[in-house]
């Protein structure tokens, strides 16, 4: 069996808020792979986060975020249980961190893949089949390659699968059980929306070579 660290056993507890030994034994369990041995607590129903995710979550803050210059700014719900925790620097402080991660991450549009539309799902992967690379493969392997597209593509989606900005090491979905581990309630990102400025508005295009010319022409 892997010799099973104190730090292991943290990195588990604070991707996962279970207790001390609860996080050794699913270590144990799994010869020190930490992703295993989520999966493990999951199961066991050990996890903080697993243990909250049931609980109605309907008090909470709406943030917002400005980024310098004031070219982007991003309106985030983040909900919780009770209005004390609410209240909390801590949940506040993730308020603001999320909405900063929104901010920072132009090409996500949903809270989790599974709000990612089964319609545009179906439409991605027809896009992908019909890619000239896979042309020449076996069909098994064709929807293999096809599958591992999709999915990268919904996570490329998907603010929780996110690296989260100030510690590559985790995700967003990582931060948030931490949050629920530490203060003890169900926290969900409910909704978000991200400005960015003129977005959607045709610019005017302005040829400055052919507007001198047409000047000197003139004189």
């Known amino acids: 069996m892997a010799e099973?660290?104190?730090k292991l056993v943290k990195q588990l507890r604070d991707k996962t808020g279970a207790g001390m030994m609860d996080c050794k034994k699913a270590l144990g369990e799994t010869e020190g792979d930490v992703e295993k041995a989520m999966e493990w607590l999951r199961q066991k129903g050990?996890?903080?986060?697993?243990?909250?995710?049931?609980?109605?979550?309907?008090?909470?803050l709406v943030g917002s975020?400005?980024?310098t210059g004031g070219r982007v700014g991003v309106l985030v719900e983040?909900?919780?249980?009770?209005d004390f925790v609410a209240r909390n620097e801590a949940f506040q402080a993730l308020v603001k961190d999320i909405a900063m991660q929104i901010a920072a991450c132009p090409n996500v549009e949903y809270v989790r893949a599974s709000d990612i539309p089964a319609d545009m799902v179906a439409k991605e992967k027809e896009i992908e089949l019909g890619r000239d690379d896979l042309g020449s493969k076996p069909a098994a392997m064709r929807e293999k390659i096809v599958d591992g597209r999709i999915e990268k593509r919904l996570k490329e989606l998907s603010l929780m699968d996110q690296p989260y900005i100030k510690d590559q090491s985790i995700t967003v979905e990582d931060l948030v059980k931490k949050s629920v581990a530490g203060l003890g309630e169900n926290i969900q990102i409910r909704r978000f929306v991200r400005f960015v400025m003129g977005e959607g508005i045709e610019k005017l295009e302005e040829d400055f070579a052919a507007e001198v010319a047409a000047q000197m022409g003139t004189k």
């Open 4 to 6: 099973i660290s104190a």
């Open 46 to 60: 050990i996890t903080s986060a697993e243990k909250k995710a049931g609980k109605i979550a309907s008090e909470g």
């Open 65 to 67: 975020y400005i980024h």
């Open 78 to 82: 983040i909900n919780c249980q009770t």
